[in-house]
Protein backbone atom coordinates (compact mmCIF):
# COMPACT_ATOMS: atom_id res chain seq x y z
CA UNK A 1 0.00 0.00 0.00
CA UNK A 2 1.28 3.42 -0.75
CA UNK A 3 3.15 5.55 2.48
CA UNK A 4 0.54 7.88 2.08
CA UNK A 5 -2.55 6.11 1.62
CA UNK A 6 -1.49 3.99 4.66
CA UNK A 7 -1.38 7.45 6.92
CA UNK A 8 -4.12 8.63 5.17
CA UNK A 9 -6.14 4.88 6.30
CA UNK A 10 -4.10 5.14 9.76
CA UNK A 11 -4.94 8.48 10.93
CA UNK A 12 -8.36 8.31 9.43
CA UNK A 13 -9.52 4.51 11.49
CA UNK A 14 -7.63 5.87 14.86
CA UNK A 15 -9.11 9.21 14.94
CA UNK A 16 -13.08 7.81 14.13
CA UNK A 17 -12.27 5.00 16.41
CA UNK A 18 -10.66 7.56 19.07
CA UNK A 19 -13.55 10.34 18.41
CA UNK A 20 -16.47 7.03 19.18
CA UNK A 21 -14.60 6.11 22.25
CA UNK A 22 -14.80 9.78 23.89
CA UNK A 23 -17.96 10.13 22.48
CA UNK A 24 -19.69 7.49 24.29
CA UNK A 25 -17.48 7.77 27.85
CA UNK A 26 -18.43 11.81 27.75
CA UNK A 27 -22.44 10.82 27.26
CA UNK A 28 -22.17 7.67 30.01
CA UNK A 29 -20.68 10.25 32.22
CA UNK A 30 -23.95 12.67 31.57
CA UNK A 31 -22.12 15.27 29.82
CA UNK A 32 -24.39 17.99 27.63
CA UNK A 33 -24.28 16.02 23.98
CA UNK A 34 -23.96 19.30 22.13
CA UNK A 35 -20.54 20.61 24.74
CA UNK A 36 -19.02 17.39 24.54
CA UNK A 37 -19.80 17.02 20.42
CA UNK A 38 -18.26 20.20 20.21
CA UNK A 39 -14.93 19.65 22.32
CA UNK A 40 -14.39 16.26 20.45
CA UNK A 41 -14.49 17.95 17.66
CA UNK A 42 -11.92 20.78 18.68
CA UNK A 43 -9.52 17.55 20.26
CA UNK A 44 -10.36 15.42 17.07
CA UNK A 45 -8.70 18.38 14.78
CA UNK A 46 -6.23 18.92 17.22
CA UNK A 47 -5.70 15.30 17.44
CA UNK A 48 -5.59 13.97 13.88
CA UNK A 49 -3.09 17.27 12.60
CA UNK A 50 -1.01 16.15 15.29
CA UNK A 51 -1.12 12.06 14.49
CA UNK A 52 -0.34 13.17 10.85
CA UNK A 53 2.44 14.79 11.61
CA UNK A 54 3.53 12.51 14.58
CA UNK A 55 3.92 9.77 12.11
CA UNK A 56 5.56 11.60 9.24
CA UNK A 57 8.20 12.35 11.91
CA UNK A 58 8.72 9.30 13.35
CA UNK A 59 8.54 6.82 9.94
CA UNK A 60 10.99 9.55 8.72
CA UNK A 61 13.35 8.79 12.16
CA UNK A 62 12.59 5.35 11.81
CA UNK A 63 14.05 5.08 7.96
CA UNK A 64 16.95 6.76 9.15
CA UNK A 65 17.73 3.81 12.23
CA UNK A 66 16.27 1.07 10.83
CA UNK A 67 15.64 -1.79 13.15
CA UNK A 68 13.00 -4.75 12.48
CA UNK A 69 11.88 -7.99 14.15
CA UNK A 70 10.47 -10.03 11.77
CA UNK A 71 9.41 -7.58 9.15
CA UNK A 72 7.70 -5.66 12.16
CA UNK A 73 8.13 -2.50 14.69
CA UNK A 74 9.98 -3.87 18.27
CA UNK A 75 7.85 -3.62 21.61
CA UNK A 76 9.98 -0.82 22.29
CA UNK A 77 10.09 0.94 19.32
CA UNK A 78 6.25 0.56 19.42
CA UNK A 79 6.36 1.75 23.34
CA UNK A 80 8.13 4.97 22.00
CA UNK A 81 5.71 5.83 19.32
CA UNK A 82 2.92 5.70 21.07
CA UNK A 83 4.52 7.62 23.95
CA UNK A 84 6.39 10.31 21.65
CA UNK A 85 2.38 10.65 20.18
CA UNK A 86 0.61 10.85 23.19
CA UNK A 87 2.72 12.89 24.68
CA UNK A 88 2.85 15.93 22.26
CA UNK A 89 -1.06 15.49 22.55
CA UNK A 90 -0.60 16.36 26.08
CA UNK A 91 1.68 19.37 25.13
CA UNK A 92 -1.42 20.42 22.48
CA UNK A 93 -4.65 19.39 24.13
CA UNK A 94 -3.89 20.79 27.64
CA UNK A 95 -3.82 24.05 26.77
CA UNK A 96 -6.47 23.80 24.53
CA UNK A 97 -9.02 22.07 26.93
CA UNK A 98 -7.77 24.99 29.48
CA UNK A 99 -8.80 27.65 27.04
CA UNK A 100 -12.44 25.36 25.65
CA UNK A 101 -13.85 24.81 29.60
CA UNK A 102 -11.80 28.09 31.06
CA UNK A 103 -10.34 25.91 33.60
CA UNK A 104 -6.10 26.36 35.14
CA UNK A 105 -3.75 23.94 32.95
CA UNK A 106 -3.28 21.74 36.00
CA UNK A 107 -7.17 21.53 36.22
CA UNK A 108 -7.17 20.45 32.30
CA UNK A 109 -4.53 18.38 32.72
CA UNK A 110 -6.17 16.66 35.90
CA UNK A 111 -9.24 16.26 33.18
CA UNK A 112 -7.36 14.81 30.55
CA UNK A 113 -5.42 12.60 32.85
CA UNK A 114 -7.70 9.05 32.72
CA UNK A 115 -8.03 9.64 28.74
CA UNK A 116 -4.40 9.68 28.20
CA UNK A 117 -3.29 7.18 30.09
CA UNK A 118 -6.26 5.26 28.20
CA UNK A 119 -5.38 6.78 24.64
CA UNK A 120 -1.13 5.76 25.56
CA UNK A 121 -2.75 2.02 25.76
CA UNK A 122 -5.29 2.91 22.57
CA UNK A 123 -2.67 3.78 20.26
CA UNK A 124 0.31 0.81 21.37
CA UNK A 125 -2.71 -1.75 20.65
CA UNK A 126 -4.05 0.64 17.66
CA UNK A 127 -0.47 0.43 15.69
CA UNK A 128 0.15 -3.29 16.46
CA UNK A 129 -3.67 -4.18 15.20
CA UNK A 130 -3.10 -1.56 12.36
CA UNK A 131 0.29 -3.31 11.39
CA UNK A 132 -1.33 -6.42 11.55
CA UNK A 133 -4.15 -5.74 9.45
CA UNK A 134 -2.35 -3.91 6.84
CA UNK A 135 1.41 -4.57 7.27
CA UNK A 136 3.86 -2.80 8.75
CA UNK A 137 4.98 0.72 7.26
CA UNK A 138 7.72 1.09 4.44
CA UNK A 139 9.96 2.35 6.97
CA UNK A 140 10.25 -0.65 8.53
CA UNK A 141 10.27 -2.96 5.90
CA UNK A 142 13.00 -1.24 4.12
Given at each position: ?12 LYELI ?41 EAWER ?55 FLLYS ?19
Open positions: MNSRLRLLLYVSAWFLTSAVCLYMGKNPQESGAAAALVTLLAVSWNWGWNLIFRYPQTHRGQRSFWRRCGHAIGFEGGLVLILVPAMAWWFGISLWQAFLLEGGLLLFWVFSWSFDQIFGPPASVTR
